[in-house]
């Protein structure tokens, strides 16, 4: 059973930075990032191949976030920076059992697993 389980996730004041973090049980993955704001639709944030060499990121948040992952301990990161109350949101971890190449990441769909979420709140 594929079990994905984030952590990380608080409250920080604008301006500040934040780590979440994604462990992964039951396999390797493609991983991805997506948060829900109050009211709004399932966003897409980062993602990463299996091996770490590609990623793919939101434009909104490029500049300031960076994913990465330890594939010995089977964890994927999300470190964010620079945070503003735009990016208060529930922050979930997704995996995909295909390939880097043959999916378009941006998607729900192309994912096969997702975790709980974990809660972000940035105070201006």
């Known amino acids: 059973q594929v079990q994905l389980v984030e952590s990380g996730g608080g409250s920080v004041q604008a301006g500040g930075s934040l780590r979440l973090s994604c462990a992964a049980s039951?396999?390797?993955?493609?991983m991805g990032w997506f948060r829900q704001a109050p009211g709004k639709e399932r966003e897409f944030v980062a993602a990463?191949?299996?091996?770490?060499?590609?990623?793919d990121y939101s434009d909104s948040v490029k500049a300031r976030l960076s994913i990465s992952r330890d594939n010995a301990k089977n964890v994927v990161f999300l470190q964010m920076y620079v945070l503003t109350p735009e990016d208060t949101a529930v922050y979930y971890c997704?995996?995909?059992?295909?390939?880097?190449?043959?999916?378009?990441?941006?998607?729900?769909?192309?994912?096969?697993?997702w975790g709980q979420g974990t809660q972000v709140t940035v105070s201006s």
């Open positions: 997704a995996a995909s059992t295909r390939p880097w190449p043959t999916r378009t990441w941006t998607i729900r769909s192309s994912y096969d697993y």
């Open positions: 039951g396999g390797t993955f493609v």
């Open positions: 990463i191949s299996k091996n770490g060499s590609g990623a």
